[in-house]
């Protein structure tokens, strides 16, 4: 993983006694950058970044998804925060309708506004094949660790692959949906993108015809 895409939070200059929400994201991001060893994030590919005015400004950014092998992530930052997108295989977009998984989650058809109404489905995407997430714990905001494959004890018992969060133990599948009984509340959000071609997606702008307002998420 790379970690500079995945910029850290300047800590609360007020202090307090009680972490917040930035301080745990503040902890993640730098908690990230500590396991990038053990992270399975590929690494961002340098001609992915967009320019910094771009950053700056905030505006829709482009990521060109050939380069996302199948099963594999990158991370690319948008208004500060990781826009996780994924290359989700046939058998990873199997389990995602598995009744063992669905029976394990808090939300399993996105009924909390936690993405726009286009990513209300099994899939939380325009396809299928790629996801597209924010990766902020909606727990106190550590960043989730991909961990796409099932394992019998790794990073949890009966792993069925997805995203854990290291902080406290906060589980969500591929398709960001949260399991029950973790600390974590919602689903990670979904930011608004489009298709610009068939290898192309535009973080930060809707298809035509959707008014998705990112700051109505009900937590980020
Ligand atoms: S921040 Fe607490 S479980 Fe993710």
Not at 120 to 149: A, M
Request: glycine letters at 8%.
């Amino acid at each position: 993983m790379t970690t500079g895409s995945l910029k850290a939070t300047s800590p609360s200059s007020t202090p307090s006694v009680e972490p917040t929400r930035r301080d745990f994201l503040y902890v993640a991001t730098a908690a990230a950058a500590a396991v990038g060893a053990l992270a399975t994030l590929v690494p961002l590919i340098a001609q992915m970044e967009p320019d910094a005015a771009t950053l700056a400004a905030g505006g829709p950014i482009d990521l060109d998804i050939s380069k996302i092998q199948p099963g594999q992530q990158v991370a690319i930052t948008w208004r500060g925060k990781p826009i996780l997108v994924t290359n989700r295989t046939p058998q990873l977009l199997e389990t995602l309708q598995d009744p063992k998984l669905l029976s394990q989650l808090a939300d399993p058809q996105s009924g909390e506004l936690q993405q726009p109404a286009y990513a209300v489905n099994w899939h939380r995407s325009l396809k299928p094949q790629y996801g597209v997430l924010v990766g902020i714990c909606t727990h106190l905001g550590c960043i989730p660790l991909f961990e796409p494959l099932q394992n019998a004890s790794q990073p949890a018992a009966n792993w069925l692959g997805g995203y854990f969060c290291p902080c406290h133990g906060s589980k969500y599948d591929l398709a960001g949906r949260v399991f029950n009984g973790v600390p974590a509340p919602y689903n990670l959000p979904v930011p608004p993108y489009n298709f610009v071609n068939e290898t192309t997606i535009r973080i930060g702008e809707n298809p035509p015809g959707s008014d998705f307002d990112f700051s109505s998420v009900r937590q980020i």
